[in-house]
């Protein structure tokens, strides 16, 4: 895999609670980009190929409450695992962009600030199962658990949408703080914002930073 400074296609990642609306802004994104006539790949996590879309339906499954945190986290790796190598390595090989609805920050904040799994063991899995790919550019779009949550109706609610407000509470500081830890890579959202701000916003920066990237390569 090409480090990211030698490969023309961009990777996107959104990430945040249930229900702030990355799911909206990653469409949309890759609409604009549909449009401009670049190629581009939408996809999410946890799923995309086949495999992973099988793993997808066991770990939102309502009826599988007694699955184990450790268990869970390794489904996670094992369907981003593929994932990466089916899909996303490959797109971005080609010349072709790829927005991910959510990658292994989502990890981080689920199982690591939520669940309590130790941050370094999470580290050295993600750094195997992604065969060490890291995004470009991730969006977080912030919003309070309670509203967002407020988004999802009880009966659709699926086995991590239906956890506790506190839980979804830790998952929010979870991603604030990678945020902080990842200020290069990431860019915060606020989620109350209209659908139309958002992406503006999401717009704006994704020109800056394709501005700075051919500044670098004119100046190399």
């Known amino acids: 895999m090409k480090k990211n400074r030698d490969r023309k296609a961009i990777f996107i990642t959104f990430e945040g609670i249930e229900g702030c609306g990355k799911s ?14 670049r190629k581009v790949l939408l996809t999410r996590e946890p799923g995309g190929p086949g ?17 184990l ?7 996670y790796m094992a ?17 072709t962009n790829v927005i991910s609805d959510r990658y292994y920050d989502s990890s981080i904040a689920y199982q690591g600030a939520a669940r309590k799994i130790n941050r370094e063991i999470i580290d050295i899995i993600i750094k195997y199962a992604t065969f060490g790919l890291m995004p470009d550019i991730t969006f977080l779009i912030d919003l309070p658990a309670e509203k967002g949550l407020a988004r999802i109706k009880k009966e659709d609610a699926d086995r991590l949408e239906s956890e506790s407000i506190d839980f979804h509470r830790k998952v929010r500081e979870g991603f604030i703080r990678i945020a902080r830890e990842e ?6 959202l606020d989620g109350e914002n209209s659908i139309e701000e958002i992406q503006s916003e999401i717009l704006k920066k994704i020109n800056e930073y394709e501005g700075r990237r ?7």
């Open 24 to 37: 909206t802004q990653a469409e949309l994104l890759a609409d604009y980009f549909r449009k401009q006539n």
């Open 51 to 67: 495999i992973s879309e099988q793993i997808r339906s066991i770990l939102l499954d309502i009826d599988n409450s007694e699955m």
């Open 69 to 75: 945190a450790e268990t869970e986290m390794l489904l």
């Open 79 to 95: 369907s981003r695992s593929q994932h990466t190598g089916e899909w996303i390595i490959p797109a971005l090989e080609s010349g």
């Open 183 to 188: 200020k290069k890579r990431y860019i915060i």
């Open 214 to 220: 051919d500044e670098t390569e004119q100046s190399q």
